[in-house]
């Protein structure tokens, strides 16, 4: 590849081209988890529909490899290749809202946090993750869990349609009444069908006010505090949700001074009902359990959005695994509080997300999605360091609490989005025999060539439908 041809390429995007060198370079090449440290030949910040496809056109015919960046939280780093191209959709960040109709129109590479206020402006949200800085596109092709699952099902579930293009430069448009197979495979497939520019999602009433309760418990309690949130789960009313997370206590305004860093248990709960609900489903807690310090308040939505973005800063080192749990065993409790005390970095956490409500509501194969729809909880491992240096310690801790857990875990898959290896057999594991082979003959159709293979990777079948 010749300066020449950058330059041609130069010419024929809107957005900006990088090659290393170039003002920008560093900082586009830059993942949310620090420990990635690829440099792609070019970067190609795109700025539309015609960008992507001019993008891909001129990596196939330079033989470069290609990734796709959106919010470029991935852990693998997939949104980033080394001495490729990089389809930067960051630029791609418009977020249009018709609250008549309620619904939104999403640029390929918005944030959550773009989401949320667009929507929001209107009362308005769709069900998406739990950290804002979130990129919109890794999250909803490969589900999209957060605290509003059980009210309105995954991300995926409330996608309406959706503008790709596709390996070889076509611009199509996936719903249910047009490309249906591709529209069933980009609801959970994750990126390997082509690159969406634009998703349109249907919009619920949300807030804009909710409420929070989180309960905390030192380590010393915390098979209560997990029996507690096991039975928590099972009767929350439709419009609350909660949450288990083991960390050390941040040292927030509303931690007591003594408990700062300590390590410990957190069951979270947000009520989308009245104060009076709330306080419903809360009491019982305190009752059963009393913790070391609680904070209960109403909050904007967009602040609960928002409450672990610091937590999970962009350029800490990263690590994570993740399995599906049917239910919180009492032996899976003791495995779980016994490899809790193990973790070396105080960053380093234990996520059970509840999944359960809309979400079982949604066919087994209405979607793509990697997951069975009965109720149960995505159990998520995340290692967490300043230094680099340390991250192999914890990396080894979150795999050998993995190893612990995982004959107790429902099937051999797990959320492929939290996969910081994207390994075949746990991908193909996810999705089960079935549905692999059905988005396996769907990426034929679409990407024979495997040009989107930087992602939980679909092989095309080798007979395109
Ligand atoms: C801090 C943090 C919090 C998280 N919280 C949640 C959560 O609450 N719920 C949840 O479900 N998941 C959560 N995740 C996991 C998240 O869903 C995945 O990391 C997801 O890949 C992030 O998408 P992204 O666009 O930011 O990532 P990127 O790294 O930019 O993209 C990941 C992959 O997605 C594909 N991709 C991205 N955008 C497009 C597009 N427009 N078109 C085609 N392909 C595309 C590409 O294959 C790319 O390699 C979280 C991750 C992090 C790091």
Known sequence: MQITDIEALRTQLSG????RGDTGYHEARSAWNGEI???????????????????IGFARQHGLEISVRGGFHNTAGTAICNDGLMVDLSPMCRVEVDPAARRARVGGGA???ALDAATQAHG????????????????ALGGGMGWLTPLFGLTADNLVSAEVVTADGRRLRAAADENQDLFWALRGGGGNFGVVTEFEFQLHPVGPLVHLGMFFWGLDQGAEALRLGRDLFATLPGNANAMIISVNAPPAPFVPEQFHFMPGYIVAVVGFGSAEEHAGVLAPIR????????????????????????????????????????RLSDDAISLITEHQTRKTSPRSMLELVRLDGAYTEVGEDDTAFGGSRSAHISVNFVAVTEDL?????????VRSFWEALRPHATGAGSYVNAMAEMEEDRVRASY???????LARVKAAYDPDNVFHLNANI?????PI
């Open 432 to 438: 089960g025999p079935a549905k692999y082979e059905r």
């Open 16 to 19: 900006v081209v990088l090659t």
């Open 124 to 139: 308005l949200a769709v069900p998406a993750g739990i950290v804002s800085h979130t990129g919109v596109g890794g999250l």
């Open 287 to 326: 009752a059963a359990l009393p913790p070391l310090f609680e904070f209960v308040t109403p909050l904007p939505y967009i602040q609960l959005q928002q409450m672990f973005d610091e937590e999970a800063r962009w350029g800490l080192n990263y690590y994570e695994k993740a399995l599906y749990l049917d």
């Open 459 to 463: 092989t095309p079948a080798l007979q």
């Open 111 to 113: 944030t959550l946090g």
């Open 37 to 55: 440290d690829r440099y792609p030949a070019v970067i190609a910040r795109c700025a539309g529909a015609t960008d992507v496809a001019a993008a």
């Open 389 to 397: 240096t340390l991250l192999a310690a914890e990396r080894a801790w």
